[in-house]
Nanobody, 117 residues
């Protein structure tokens, strides 16, 4: 089992920045990909950004150039630096971890990000 604990959400004005953190504990050696998702109202949960244990990254088109995902394997922590935030970025952001085999995935409890206009 893997446990994920997020932090760093909050309220910010449009154009501002926030950094989210997600620390994994438990069977961390089973983790390959870690990432962040959000779920806009009335829509399915969507990928925001992801990073493999080797450092390969992937981003949603809507956040490219504004968000940066990074990972500190020694601290079992993934970060999401969010710059130039827009009101449409308002959502609950969930940390996700996928096992090396791809057969298990784990979720954090979510952290609220609110961007005011």
């Amino acid at each position: 089992q893997v446990q994920l604990v997020e932090s760093g959400g909050g309220l910010v004005q449009a154009g501002g920045s926030l950094r989210l953190s997600c620390t994994a504990s438990g069977n961390i050696f089973s983790i390959n990909v870690m990432g962040w998702y959000r779920q806009p109202p009335g829509k399915q949960r969507e990928l925001v950004a992801a990073i493999t244990s080797g450092g390969t990254t992937d981003y949603a088109d809507s956040v490219k150039g504004r968000f940066t995902i990074s990972r500190d394997n020694a601290k079992n922590t993934v970060y999401l630096q969010m710059n130039s935030l827009k009101p449409e970025d308002t959502d609950v952001y969930y940390c996700n971890a996928v096992s090396v085999t791809g057969t298990r995935d784990y979720w954090g409890q979510g952290t609220q990000v609110t961007v005011s206009s």
